[in-house]
């Protein structure tokens, strides 16, 4: 008798179906999988997501029918087909461990189920999330329309508090970044005052309301007035001295600056000599867990700061509301901190098992991504040598000038297309490997990574390791990310056996 399976096809742009991801492509390779090993297509479920809209509804629909009709089995052509986040990744291993299913990926050649092993489901966790992360760098990065305002200099994004975002009087479909003629003197003055360094932040505050210049604020300062925090980040912020940080690089803006280059270097002083004094007289260090928190009751926000001038405190912010939860020592989140990464520690053999699941993401990327950016390689040569004859027939006199200039303008936006989505592709790249190498990192060495961390440090493993963690009742309740949840889960019968199964000495 057949077994009932559904199928899932998934393609997530035009690139990727003229690059062999194809969902006919997918369709073949699935029939032809389920003929050969005795399977029933119940149902197909294709996705053909656009960069407008990534919600997956076939892939909703999937987990309902499967639910609804006690199918068991998931066809589909591999791990990055079937999961684009954590939290499809949950909603599959509910399938997996609560109703049954066996998830067959075909062109991987091996399949997830609630008896798989934990090697096997620590390497699909590891695939996932390498998938992801590629997935993310070479997601569009701009709407449509950033790159051309970026090269000219424009802010495509909500303008901070001094500009307003308004039509340029000479294009009227056009935005540009212009000063807010009713708070641009509140951020010059905000910089004047704290540059002569007899301010705190909170004085400011009182100074600039006092002068009334704080009665205007915009709608983009949602309380109605200035926060601390509000200030730190515009004192800080080198959009008003006429540049803006956009995708790691700095950009020198089109628009109006509102500082001198002078001013804001003389507040950038005042801000790290007074950082500098406060943790030499206070003997203060950086909160390792700051943002890494929400409360469990109340969900806001957990902040952090010093208590008796040596204790750093955890606490919710109770904004808007009567929360009762305690406050919270940074050693008692220490001390958790450190049982959950001695956790973590795994086997030389579930290390083996890390560095397989690698590369076998690495060979997949090989085959998918990389064949993809080869593709855009050669379309780069094929675009310059017909810029090259069209060049050559212009001197010629073969062709006019008018047709010499629309082809040389087509010509050039396709180029630039093609190294725009070049560039994101290399970007990606050197994420993917610095991402695979941390993980490799942490499988080794993450007890020790952590004892031996500064509090900087540590807190850029938390955010590594951490998400959607709670406080609760006194108590941190750490979220691990994946995969390094699948190592928590497995760390109780940490052996040989439990990584490679019985009778196997090596990492498949």
Request: aromatic share 10%.
């Amino acid at each position: 008798m057949l077994k009932k399976a559904v199928m899932y096809v998934r393609v997530s742009s035009k690139e990727q179906a003229e690059q062999g991801f194809s969902p006919e492509a997918q369709r073949v390779a699935l029939y032809d999988f389920a003929r050969r090993n005795g399977f029933e297509v119940a149902k197909e479920f294709e996705e053909a997501e656009t960069a407008k809209d990534s919600r997956r509804k076939e892939f909703a629909a999937m987990l309902a029918y499967v639910k609804a009709k006690d199918i068991k089995h998931i066809l589909v052509e591999k791990t990055d087909r079937l999961h684009r986040n954590f939290t499809d990744y949950v909603a599959i291993e509910e399938l997996t461990d609560n109703f049954g299913v066996t998830v067959w990926l075909v062109k991987e050649g091996g399949s997830i189920g609630k008896d798989s092993r934990a090697s096997d489901k620590l390497m699909h966790g590891l695939k996932t999330v390498l998938a992801k992360g590629f997935i993310d760098n070479l997601k569009e990065e701009v709407k449509k329309g950033f790159d051309i305002k970026i090269s000219h200099g424009e802010y495509p994004r909500q303008a901070p508090l001094g500009y307003l975002n308004a039509k340029d009087p000479l294009n009227p479909k056009h935005n540009i970044v212009i000063p807010d003629p009713a708070n641009r003197q509140l951020i010059v003055k905000m910089f004047e005052y704290y540059a002569s360094g007899i301010y705190s932040m909170k004085s400011l505050i009182t100074k600039l309301e006092a002068e009334g210049l704080t009665l205007n604020l915009p709608p983009v300062i949602k309380s109605g007035k200035l926060y601390v925090s509000t200030v730190q980040r515009c004192l800080v912020n080198t959009f008003y001295v006429g540049r803006f940080e956009w995708n790691g690089k700095m950009i020198q803006g089109s628009y109006e600056p509102l500082i001198a280059s002078e001013l804001w270097a003389k507040v950038q002083d005042v801000i790290s000599g007074r950082n500098l004094n406060m943790r030499k007289e206070h003997n203060v260090m950086p909160f390792a867990y700051k943002g890494m928190f929400t409360c469990g009751v109340c969900a806001r926000s957990i902040t952090a700061e010093k208590a008796k001038g040596r204790y750093n405190y955890y606490h919710c912010t109770k904004y808007n509301t009567n929360c009762d939860q305690p406050w919270v020592k940074e050693e008692t989140i220490d001390e958790r901190f450190d049982k959950l990464t001695n956790i973590l520690k795994i086997s030389d053999a579930g290390v083996a098992f890390v560095t397989a699941a690698l590369k076998q993401s690495l060979s997949q990327k090989r085959e998918g991504e990389d064949k993809a950016f080869e593709s855009l390689v050669a379309d780069q040569t094929r675009l310059k040598k017909r810029i090259d004859a069209l060049y050559e027939d212009r001197l010629d006199k073969k062709i006019t000038e008018s047709f010499y200039d629309a082809k040389f303008a087509d010509y050039t936006k396709q180029l630039e297309s093609l190294e725009v989505r070049m560039a994101k592709h290399n970007r990606a790249d050197i994420s993917y490997y610095q991402f695979g190498c941390r993980i490799l990192e942490l499988a080794e060495n993450a007890e020790k990574l952590a004892k031996e961390a500064t509090p900087d440090e540590k807190r850029e493993l938390a955010q590594f390791l951490l998400s959607n963690s709670k406080l609760t009742d006194g108590e941190p309740i750490f979220s691990l990310k994946q995969p390094y949840f699948a190592i928590e889960k497995r760390s109780p019968c940490d052996d040989r056996l439990s990584w490679q199964g019985r009778g196997e000495s090596n990492p498949r």
